[in-house]
């Protein structure tokens, strides 16, 4: 039944309101029962009586009525009135009439006649007023009592029953309490919906956008609304949502680019080895270059099934390192010696500079995979005449650097941010004239020097050359 944010909102108000209205009724009842406020009305209504009677006393006395005729005036305002009417003796105090005669209260003195005077005042200064206590059953009464100017021998004394607090608390507190009750609570019920409405809506829309992701549309954004916190899941969310949608797409092309990249040399083989069987290439020149493209395209898939063996062991966290101690200096005297041929055919000179430096502790094999594959690259996008320089340094930083310079046809600056995603090729009808990658040779390659806590940079501009620098950590600490 709770389990509505509204509702929920709804019962803590309403907690908070009914405990907040019974504090304030605690405080007004133990006001009602402690202070004298409670008499100060009856009184006062008391006091009135006397004044109106007086001038009815007065009269009967003036038209020469005897103590017979004030009596029964009296008992005609006792039962207009519903008060009781007693008279005293002025001096004495002592009760000598009593207008309630099943209460025969005649012969007790009125004496100790409590007044609150911190909250009634008598208009006149010989006025008798405020709480009377019978000294022998212990009633409490109201007593209001004056004398008669002309029979001053006498004070008439006009009394009621005081009120209980209850009673008082119920005349004047309850109501207005209840009306305070009922105008917060209507309040709250508004101000519980308004909220609930600006934190529930958001948070529906944001379900439902996270049940459209689950149900493969990864298109999603939603609008930032509602209270900081549900704004906040939103904006995650969001980002989220961009990133899922993003890492599909990525995933999309991948196998999309893996299966283009496959079927290419597959189907160049099966149609030279199909040339072979049927005899359309007779020759042996055209069976030799049947072998040949076979022999090249095979070579293609299974160096693409390397990258993607690779890339997948970098991925799933399992490709394992050595962690040697690698002289660079060897190593890149290797790799230059490895590729010197290649460069000696396409007629680049193919130059290095290779100081001795601290060792950098790593995989040889992978480093070496690194470097040929950059050295490599240059070659390839270096003109017949062109060079390729390695330089190798060691800075103050406990760095290695080393450098892969061309003078090649370079990468224009659109390109040169995207050279390391996997699968992109800058302009995929330059490089027809060497054996084509896939696109994957420099993605591998960072993934290999951040494997090794390094990071590579890439400068290029077109028709001038390439550089591409790779910063490795030193053994030293
Ligand atoms: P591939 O394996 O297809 O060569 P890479 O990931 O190694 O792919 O390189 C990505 C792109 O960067 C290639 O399309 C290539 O055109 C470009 N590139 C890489 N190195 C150089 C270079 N030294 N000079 C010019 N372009 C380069």
Redesign the pocket.
């Known amino acids: 039944m709770f389990q509505r944010l509204h509702s929920r909102l709804l019962l803590s108000y309403g907690f908070v309101i009914v405990t907040a209205l019974l504090i304030v009724a605690l405080a007004l009842f133990a006001f009602a029962a402690l202070s004298g406020a409670r008499y100060l009305q009856p009184l006062q209504q008391l006091a009135s009586i006397s004044s109106s009677a007086r001038y009815e006393l007065l009269r009967v006395v003036q038209s020469g009525g005897g103590l017979r005729d004030l009596a029964l005036t009296l008992q005609q305002t006792a039962v207009d009135q519903n008060v009781r009417i007693l008279i005293a003796n002025t001096n004495s105090r002592e009760i000598i009439y009593d207008s309630d005669p099943s209460q025969n209260w005649l012969g007790i003195t009125v004496q100790n006649v409590n007044t609150p005077t911190r909250l009634f005042s008598a208009a006149q200064t010989n006025a008798i007023s405020g709480l009377f206590e019978h000294p022998e059953n212990g009633s409490r009464w109201l007593l209001y009592g004056e004398p008669l100017a002309n029979l001053n021998r006498f004070v008439i004394f006009y009394a009621q029953r005081p009120p209980t607090p209850l009673s008082f608390f119920r005349e004047y507190f309850f109501r207005p309490l209840w009306g305070a009750g009922i105008i917060a609570f209507s309040l709250s019920i508004l101000l519980a919906f308004w909220i609930s409405g600006s934190v529930a809506r958001p948070l529906q829309q944001l379900a439902q956008a996270a049940e459209a992701v689950a149900q493969g549309d990864y298109a999603q954004q939603v609008t930032l609304a509602g209270p900081q916190e549900v704004r906040q899941v939103a904006s995650s969310f969001n980002s989220m949502a961009a990133q899922v949608s993003q890492s599909q797409q990525v995933q999309r092309d991948f196998v999309a680019n893996v299966s283009h990249d496959l079927k290419t040399p597959l189907t160049a083989i099966t149609g030279w080895s199909q040339a072979l069987l049927d005899g359309t290439a007779s020759s042996a020149a055209a069976q030799q270059r049947a072998a040949s493209i076979i022999y090249n395209e095979a070579e293609r898939m299974a160096r693409l099934v390397a990258q993607l063996l690779d890339l997948a062991r970098i991925e799933s966290g399992q490709m394992t390192l050595a962690q040697t101690a690698v002289d660079l200096r060897q190593l890149l005297t290797d790799v230059q010696a490895s590729l010197a041929l290649q460069a000696r055919e396409q007629g680049i000179q193919l130059t290095a500079v290779l100081p001795s430096v601290p060792p950098v502790i790593g995989d040889p094999d992978r480093l070496t995979q690194v470097f040929t594959?950059l050295v490599d690259?240059?070659l390839?996008?270096t003109e017949r005449n062109g060079r390729v320089h390695i330089q190798l340094q060691h800075d103050d930083a406990k760095e290695i650097v080393v450098q892969v310079q061309?003078n090649?046809?370079?990468?224009p600056a659109a390109?040169l941010a995207r050279?390391f995603e996997r699968f992109?090729?800058?302009?995929k009808s330059?490089?027809q004239q060497f054996p084509?990658?896939?696109?994957?040779?420099?993605?591998i390659v960072r993934e290999l020097v951040e494997l090794h806590h390094g990071r590579i940079q890439a400068h290029?501009e077109v028709g001038k050359g390439?550089l591409?620098t790779v910063y490795l950590p030193t053994g030293e600490r």
């Open positions: 594959n690259n240059a390839k996008h061309d090649g046809n370079g990468i390109d050279i992109y090729q800058v302009d330059r490089t084509r990658g896939a696109g994957l040779g420099l993605a290029s390439s591409f």
